[in-house]
């Protein structure tokens, strides 16, 4: 073939080169991502951290945080994971998720650095989102932990505060098998000395005494219902005084996820004005999020997608469904294979009509529906190939409100679908 007839090659973008590390793996240690950090020039220094650790919750708490952070004038960065459609999702500054050409440009920085310590894919992007905050002149950076916390990517930085959610029992092949060894792990994340506000049960509380930190725990939070707006919340301070606030978050969890960021945000020393503010701002994707249909009904998107996750959402739809005149409803459910689908399965199958079954298709991880049906017996059962054939199904219902749960990746397939965005076509393991 002459050479200018010749078919070059696709360029691999640095996004691509990224996704394509997430077959390596989960390599938990600090020793890659310190010398990652180091040779960046740590650009973790330049401003305050926050580390958000837990198991369920970690988000919504991360994003009340930096709500009412932002509202206290700080230039917030909030770092979150997974993505759910886009992948600079994972990185905000103020209320703006960060260019993708932005995060593309400093991607391609980090890259060789990366490749010379052989840096995992989460390393990877902590380490990105770190060079990210500083150059965009942050001054506090809250950044949720991926996985567990002593050896999560994350807990390379040094927080001036530690927020730990809960502990459940969620990768146990990886943290332990029971809640006093994940709550050790999610421990790591403590400096002695140093502030840290926690909702963990007594049980597992002592754990955390042993680091030494400055430990304040969430106390009896009175919450009232304000149905599908969300929840009037009273806080008890460690003065022995009470702060009220209201919060968008639904569920009874939601509300005292923002309770703990409320808290959080007073041992920083946040204004209550700041913090009335910034709780009634938050609005976080994805996690008990209503979008509206074309035909007057609504969806209700949740990242259910272990037992303690799942239960919370059940409990929150038997709250919510009376004022819309319902016990169950519609479910489109897909997970992935290595979860206790059993559990989520119980918690959920009280409330549902139906279940429509399906899977991510850019998640390999994701079970086939098929081998989900097993879970939901009893139910009227549908199996669909894609998130598309399941809402197509769904459109075929008619009902004022359905819930599609499960996966963040399902969940960041759907989410498109519903608005008319566009999607990422890159397979999702990370």
Not at 316 to 333: D, K, N, Q, Y
């Amino acid at each position: 073939m002459p050479p200018e007839l010749r078919l070059s090659e696709p360029a691999i973008t640095p996004l691509d080169w990224l996704f394509a590390r997430q077959r390596f793996g989960i390599h938990p240690g600090l020793e890659r991502v310190r010398v990652l950090l180091a040779r960046l020039g740590h650009p973790q220094q330049a401003y305050r951290v926050v580390l958000v650790g837990g198991t369920n919750g970690k988000g919504s708490t991360a994003a009340t945080l930096a709500a009412i952070l932002a509202a206290s004038g700080e230039r917030v960065g909030l770092f979150t994971s997974p993505h759910l459609t886009q992948f600079a999702e994972r990185f905000r500054v103020g209320d703006q998720d960060l260019p993708e050409s932005a995060v593309a440009e400093a991607l391609m920085r980090v890259r060789p650095h990366a490749e010379a310590v052989d840096a995992s894919f989460f390393e990877i992007v902590t380490a990105l989102g770190c060079l990210l905050f500083a150059e965009a002149g942050v001054t506090l950076a809250v950044m949720e932990v991926g996985l567990g916390g002593r050896l999560d990517a994350t807990n390379a930085l040094d927080p001036v505060l530690s927020v730990i959610t809960n502990v459940a029992l969620d990768h146990t092949e990886i943290l332990g098998d029971t809640l006093e060894a994940i709550a050790a792990e999610k421990a790591g994340i403590l400096r002695a000395g140093r502030p840290v506000v926690t909702d963990v049960v007594a049980g597992v509380r002592s754990i955390l005494d042993r680091e030494g930190a400055d430990l304040w725990a969430l106390g009896d939070v009175r919450a009232e219902s304000l149905g599908w707006e969300g929840w009037s919340v009273v806080l008890p301070l460690p003065n022995g005084q009470h702060f009220s606030f209201r919060t968008p978050l639904l569920g009874a969890h939601g509300a005292r996820n923002a309770a703990l960021a409320a808290l959080a945000a007073f041992r920083l020393g946040a204004s209550e004005s700041a913090i009335r503010q910034g709780t009634e701002a938050v609005r976080w994707p994805g996690r008990m999020e209503v979008i509206p249909t074309a035909a007057g009904g609504r969806v209700l998107l949740d990242g259910a997608h272990n037992p303690a996750g799942a239960q919370a959402l059940a409990a929150a739809l038997r709250e919510l469904l009376p004022e819309l005149g319902l016990e169950r409803v519609s479910f489109i459910f897909g997970a992935a294979a290595d979860k206790d689908l059993g559990g989520v399965a119980e918690a959920l199958r009280p409330l549902a009509s139906r279940v429509i079954l399906t899977r991510a298709v850019l998640s390999p991880r994701a079970a086939h529906p098929a081998t989900l049906a097993p879970l939901f017996e009893g139910l009227p059962i549908h199996l669909t190939h894609s998130p598309a054939d399941a809402l197509a199904l769904l459109h075929g219902l008619a009902g004022p409100l359905a819930v599609v749960c499960g996966s963040l990746y399902l969940i960041g397939e759907v989410r498109p679908l519903l608005l008319g965005g566009a999607g990422e076509e890159r397979e999702r393991w990370q």
